[in-house]
């Protein structure tokens, strides 16, 4: 089956720099790749998505990048503020099924 | 326009105990997933429900644990005789049907057996 893995676990930054989170997955037939933000007390949100057949996307200050030949996926946050505080998921879906990597804590420092 | 919902927010019982947990995903969605989430760690497949389709169950831990899905709609996740180990936030997801649309996620029931 799908398995999905993120690193870092833990990311600390300076407010106003750059983080990137990485993932890697094992099954060619991924499709559909998610970057959900969880904050304390609360369910995932999706925060941006790339399909198989898209490079990268940008929405203001994220972006998410997908390698399909290496099978990996990163999402970047520029201009880091405080609030982007909380843990970070990637996913990976193939069919329906959706399997989430270990998640990243980021915390950034004003 | 209700999102997903979930009850009990929380859930303290015995070991050893029954415990339901429910789901009320959102309307029209065909798809519903179970996830587990241990203290500080990532989020663990249990299993998912598309349409009329026979469950993915390849996420259960073990025996103890099921799930039904009435009506296509409302799920429960029922937990027979539970351990310490099965301590952990349960959140349950639903999606529009097809496999490159979000997943919205209910709040969680947090479950602590003591």
């Known amino acids: 089956g799908e398995n999905v893995e993120q690193h870092p676990s833990t990311l600390s930054v300076q407010e106003g720099d750059s983080a990137v989170i990485k993932c890697t997955y094992s099954?060619?037939?991924?499709?559909?790749f998610p970057w959900y933000k969880q904050e304390l007390g609360k369910g995932p949100q999706l925060i941006i998505d790339i399909r198989s057949n898209v490079g990268e996307k940008k929405d203001q200050r994220i972006a998410v990048t997908l390698n399909k030949t290496a099978k990996h996926f990163s999402l970047h946050i520029t201009e880091t503020q405080p609030e982007d505080s909380a843990v970070y998921f990637c996913a990976a879906s193939i069919t329906d099924k959706l399997i989430f990597g270990t998640g990243t804590r980021l915390q950034v420092f004003p | 326009g209700a999102g997903v919902s979930q009850s009990p927010s929380n859930k303290v019982t015995e070991k050893g105990k029954d415990v339901e947990l429910r789901c009320d995903p959102i309307?029209?969605?065909?798809?519903l997933y179970w996830y587990r989430q241990s203290l500080g760690q990532g989020l663990e497949f249990l299993i998912y429900?598309?349409?009329?389709?026979?469950?993915?169950k390849s996420g259960l831990p073990s025996d103890r644990f099921s799930a039904e899905r009435t009506g296509g709609s409302v799920s429960t996740l029922t937990i027979q005789r539970t351990q310490q180990e099965d301590s952990a936030v349960y959140l349950c997801?639903?999606?529009?049907?097809?496999?490159?649309?979000?997943?919205?996620f209910g709040q969680g029931t947090r479950l602590t057996v003591v």
């Open positions: 309307s029209g969605h065909t798809a």
């Open positions: 997801a639903s999606r529009p049907d097809g496999s490159d649309t979000e997943a919205f």
């Open positions: 429900f598309q349409g009329n389709s026979a469950p993915d």
């Open positions: 099954d060619s037939a991924s499709n559909y």
